[in-house]
Nanobody, 118 residues
C-alpha cells in the first residue's frame, strides 16, 4: 500500500528557512522521479520542484534559486530545503512521484502547511 507522509511545515517569518521531508513507502522510490507540489489558499496545486532518479532537478521559476530538492534512496525520503521564504510561498506542500507530464502518480497525502508571515 502506498503511503506518502509530508512533514516539516510551520510558521516562519519572511526571509526564513524551512526543510520539508517526504517519507514514501509502497512505491519503487529509487526509480521514480519525485516532486514537491504546493497549493496556496484558493488556488490550484502546482509542481514547484522535481528530482529524477538520477538526481537531475528542475524548479518552477517562482522558487528557482531559493528552494532545493534532494532525495535519499536509502531512506525512501525526499526533501525540500526552502530559503529566503516569501509570503507568497504560503501554501500546503505535498510530495508525490511525478509522471512525465508533471502530474502526481499516487494518491495525495495530507500535506504540510507552510505559512510565511511576520
Amino acid at each position: 500500500q502506498v503511503q506518502i507522509t509530508e512533514s516539516g511545515g510551520g510558521l516562519v517569518q519572511p526571509g526564513g528557512s524551512l526543510r520539508l521531508s517526504c517519507a514514501a513507502s509502497g512505491i519503487f522510490f529509487s526509480i521514480n522521479a519525485m516532486g514537491w507540489y504546493r497549493q496556496p489558499p484558493g488556488k490550484q496545486r502546482e509542481l514547484v520542484a522535481r528530482i529524477t532518479s538520477g538526481g537531475s532537478t528542475n524548479y518552477a521559476d517562482s522558487v528557482k534559486g531559493r528552494f532545493t530538492i534532494s532525495r535519499d534512496g536509502a531512506k525512501n525520503t525526499a526533501y525540500l530545503q526552502m530559503n529566503s521564504l516569501k509570503p507568497e510561498d504560503t501554501a500546503v506542500y505535498y510530495c508525490n512521484a511525478v509522471t512525465a507530464s508533471g502530474m502526481g502518480l499516487y494518491s495525495w497525502g495530507q500535506g504540510t502547511h507552510v505559512t510565511v508571515s511576520s
